[in-house]
């Protein structure tokens, strides 16, 4: 579910990963992203949520 999420608000799924200040600094950055670039840099951000929700998930399953 939180991969999905990822897909459409990426710094809500990090800090529903355990990540809150990435996830601060990720949404002070991917707001003007969005804005300035016409959603250009949001695959970006995806690839961040998705790397730290497979860390999250590695770390939990050892």
């Known amino acids: 579910m939180n991969y999905l999420l990822a897909l459409l608000l990426p710094p809500l799924s990090i800090l529903l990963a355990g990540r ?10 991917w707001v003007p992203a ?3 670039s016409g959603g250009l840099g949001h695959p970006a951000f995806i690839v961040l949520a998705w ?3 497979f860390e999250r998930n590695r770390d939990r399953a050892t």
């Open 20 to 29: 809150p200040i990435v996830a601060i600094v990720s949404f002070l950055i």
């Open 34 to 36: 969005i804005i300035f």
């Open 51 to 53: 790397i730290i929700i």
